[in-house]
């Protein structure tokens, strides 16, 4: 069974008061098969399920944002619940990741990284700052939740 262990909001920073004007939201899930699932929160859209690569998860995050929500690059496959290892070489990956890295040092964006306990991004934060973009990373600080195994209630500090 999938779980969400991130949350990605894509719009612009404020100009005056810190935040996010969100204009589409990225749920990333894992466990089972992981995905990433595209909403559009300004109009009523179905969303896009893109199959992520397991090394390169960040690239393929900025890759769909360029991509889908900037209309940066064309990346001439349908994407839709299909895996990024199917549709594409290695080498035209990471020729499609260099094109949405110079995208994004043109254009001004925020993209704000919710990440959960157990997150697979949790490891790679150096890679989402190292896009030229706004950003803002949300790590966990306190969990408290039951565990159905242990038939008790468990709190992490992190």
Sequence with gaps: MSTTTATIFIGHAHPNDG????????????????????YNLEEAQE?????PTVHETIDDIYLMIVSYVLNGIEMNRETQH??????????E????????????????IKVVFNLL??????????????????VE?????????????????????F
């Design 19 to 38: 935040g996010i004007q969100a204009s589409h939201l990225i749920q990333f899930t894992e466990n089972s098969r992981p995905a990433l699932i595209l």
């Design 47 to 51: 969303p896009l399920v893109m199959i």
């Design 82 to 91: 299909e895996s990024l290892y199917d549709l594409f070489s290695e080498e």
């Design 93 to 108: 990956r990471f020729s499609l990741y260099a094109k949405s890295k110079a995208y994004l040092s043109e254009h001004r």
């Design 117 to 134: 306990d157990g997150s697979h991004l949790l490891n790679q934060i150096d890679l989402i700052t190292s896009y030229p973009n706004d």
């Design 137 to 157: 990373i949300t790590r966990p600080a306190f969990k408290k939740e039951y565990h159905h195994w242990g038939q008790q209630v468990i709190t992490k500090e």
